[in-house]
C-alpha cells in the first residue's frame, strides 16, 4: 500500500468515526421521545383573599406522586383585571422579589428590573416575566403550573 493510499483510507476512517460521535452525541442530547409540559391547576386562594389593588405574594404547595413543589407566584389586581405572574426571573431562573416602594420586581442575582406589568425595565432578562393562566370557580382562584408529567 503505497501513501496515497494510506492517506484516503485513513481520511475515510477519520469521517466516519467523526460521523459516527455526531450522531452519538445528537442522538444523546436530543431524545426521541421529547416530554411535553403539562398544565396542572392548583388551588392557590379564596377569591376574597386577592388584593383589592396592587401587587400581592401568594404561597402555595403542589403534591403529586413523583415530587413536592413549594412555590409562590405573584397576583396583581387592578382596573384591567387580574394577572399572575411567575416568580422566576426570564434570565437564569433567579428568584424576583416585588419593591412597593420602586413599584417593580427586581431580580437581585443579575440586576434584571421588570414593570409592574412584568415587561423587562433593565437589566439582562431576555423576556418579560412569565404570566401564569389562571381560573377562579365557585369563590376559589387556580393557577396553572406547568410541569414534565
Known sequence: MDRRDFLKRFIKAFFFALSLSIISIISYIYPTKIKQKKTFYI???????????????????????????NSFVFL??????????????THLGCLVKWNNIQKEFICACHGGRFDVEGKVIAG???????????????????????LYG
Open 124 to 146: 439582562p432578562p431576555p423576556m418579560p416575566l412569565e404570566r401564569l393562566p389562571f381560573d377562579i370557580k365557585d369563590g376559589k382562584v387556580y393557577i396553572g403550573i406547568k
Open 76 to 89: 396583581k389586581k387592578d382596573d384591567k383585571g387580574l394577572a399572575v405572574f411567575s416568580p422566576f426571573c
Open 43 to 69: 388551588y392557590l386562594t379564596e377569591e376574597e383573599n386577592l388584593p383589592k389593588i396592587g401587587i400581592r405574594r401568594f404561597e402555595y404547595i403542589f403534591k403529586n406522586e413523583e415530587k413536592t413543589i
